[in-house]
Nanobody, 120 residues
Framework: QVRLVESGGGLVQPGGSLRLSCAASGNIFTIDDMGWYRQTPGKQRELVARNTRNGGTKYADSVKGRFTISRDNAKNTVDLQMNNLEHEDTAVYYC??????????????WGQGTQVTVSS
């Protein structure tokens, strides 16, 4: 089993910054995709940013130039630096990782979610 633990959410004013972190632990051999998603009430969960082990990166158009995803393969962590936050960024943010276990099985895991609220 693999566990993802997120941290770093909170309340911030428009234009402010927050950094989210997600750490994986458990039965891990290697991790391919690491990403951040977000969800607001009544809407589907949407991709914010994702990063593959070979360095490929994808951002939602709405966050390009403001958010940066980074990963540490040695520590099995992924961070999301969020700058110039807007009201529309308010959501519950989830990290997701595609993990290969020590028994060579791939599976997607999600974190529990962390609330980000942008408000003046």
């Amino acid at each position: 089993q693999v566990r993802l633990v997120e941290s770093g959410g909170g309340l911030v004013q428009p234009g402010g910054s927050l950094r989210l972190s997600c750490a994986a632990s458990g039965n891990i051999f290697t991790i391919d995709d690491m990403g951040w998603y977000r969800q607001t009430p009544g809407k589907q969960r949407e991709l914010v940013a994702r990063n593959t082990r070979n360095g490929g990166t994808k951002y939602a158009d709405s966050v390009k130039g403001r958010f940066t995803i980074s990963r540490d393969n040695a520590k099995n962590t992924v961070d999301l630096q969020m700058n110039n936050l807007e009201h529309e960024d308010t959501a519950v943010y989830y990290c997701k990782m595609r993990v290969m276990s020590r028994t060579a099985r791939w599976r997607d895991y999600w974190g529990q979610g962390t609330q980000v609220t942008v408000s003046s």
